[in-house]
């Protein structure tokens, strides 16, 4: 196989400085939902002019450029070793070209190894073999603020009345919203994840995220329940930075697992509205970023 350390190295500098076009067409239209000269709307501008800038100039939409987090789907054959050596050496390029802000951080000795490279787990990188030819590597840079107002529900929840059902689903994604307002950054995504155990379920709703914000639920009950929860949750007023306003998140993706007879968990990351993701594809000697 190729050496792709310098393709990983482009797809980081994409992911960092230059948000992906629904995403920022989604910031737009938050934008131009706020009423003129109001606190909302003129959070929305400042982030849009910056998320201008930072294209402009090749810079990090944010200083917090978050933990990498790679979900590569390849074909029979592919060394995985080798495609984990080359991401790092990308990460470790990528920091010190600045595209990166150092950000692994030994959890024991406190110190920040000030390439990104950690243990096996910073940078993230999940494989999964598919069938045919193409390599397809997606990343998020998932920042720290808006990481930290993740939330993981078990149903049922007594607290907020909210059993094993959509209604409480509902329930229980709106009390995440709530909780974290005036953090995390909003307006923001929320990825979702209903069942799975309680690791594969946080990995499932960061999963979720990768799907475009134009493109709809392929489950059309699902889809009709991130519009809900998307409307609903813009009307606690929270708004853009926590302003109040109309728009409070950008959009919901939720993914469907399967869960034992006895679980029944909710996951919810949350995205801030530096929701930093990139695709590429590589054919053969052909590699195209989206
Ligand atoms: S939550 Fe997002 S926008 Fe806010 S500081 Fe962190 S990475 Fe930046």
Same mark, same amino acid.
Not at 189 to 207: H, M, P, T
């Given at each position: 196989m190729d050496d792709l350390t310098n393709a990983f190295l482009e797809l980081v500098r994409l992911a960092s400085t230059d948000l992906a076009p629904d995403v920022e067409q989604a910031l737009i239209d938050a934008r131009d939902r706020e009423m003129a000269g109001s606190a909302a709307r003129s959070a929305l501008d400042a982030v849009l002019q910056n998320v201008s800038l930072a294209r402009e100039q090749s810079t990090p939409v944010c200083q917090d450029t978050g933990t990498p987090i790679f979900y590569i789907q390849h074909p029979l054959g592919w060394s995985t070793k080798q495609l984990r050596e080359q991401i790092r050496s990308a990460v470790a390029e990528a920091t010190a070209l600045s595209y990166l802000r150092p950000n692994a951080v030994d959890s024991i000795s406190g110190v920040n190894s000030g390439d990104n490279l950690g243990d096996e787990a910073f940078p993230t990188i999940h494989f999964t073999e598919i069938e045919g030819e193409e390599l397809i590597v997606d990343l998020m840079l998932k920042g720290g603020g808006c990481e930290n107002v993740g939330a993981q529900y078990s149903l049922p929840d007594r607290?907020? #009345?909210?059993?094993?059902?959509?209604?409480?689903?509902?329930?229980?994604?709106?009390?995440?919203?709530?909780?974290?307002?005036?953090?995390?950054? #909003? %307006?923001?995504?929320?990825?979702?994840?209903?069942?799975?155990?309680?690791?594969?379920?946080?990995?499932?709703?960061?999963?979720?995220?990768?799907?475009?914000?134009?493109?709809?639920? %392929?489950?059309?009950?699902?889809?009709?329940?991130?519009?809900?929860?998307?409307?609903?949750?813009?009307?606690?007023?929270?708004? %853009?930075?926590?302003?109040?306003?109309?728009?409070?998140?950008?959009?919901?993706?939720?993914?469907?697992?399967?869960?034992?007879?006895?679980?029944?968990?909710?996951?919810?990351?949350?995205?801030?509205? #530096?929701?930093?993701?990139?695709?590429?594809?590589?054919?053969?000697?052909?590699?195209?970023?989206?």
């Open positions: 607290r907020l #009345a909210a059993g094993r059902d959509l209604e409480g689903v509902r329930k229980v994604v709106l009390d995440a919203v709530w909780q974290a307002q005036g953090k995390g950054c #909003a %307006p923001g995504v929320l990825g979702v994840a209903i069942g799975g155990d309680r690791g594969s379920s946080y990995y499932g709703s960061k999963e979720a995220l990768f799907r475009k914000m134009d493109e709809p639920n %392929p489950d059309p009950n699902l889809d009709a329940f991130e519009e809900r929860v998307t409307e609903e949750a813009n009307r606690l007023g929270i708004g %853009p930075m926590g302003f109040g306003g109309k728009t409070t998140v950008l959009g919901t993706e939720i993914k469907g697992m399967h869960r034992l007879p006895a679980s029944f968990f909710v996951s919810v990351s949350y995205m801030c509205w #530096a929701h930093r993701r990139r695709r590429m594809v590589v054919r053969g000697s052909d590699i195209q970023y989206s």
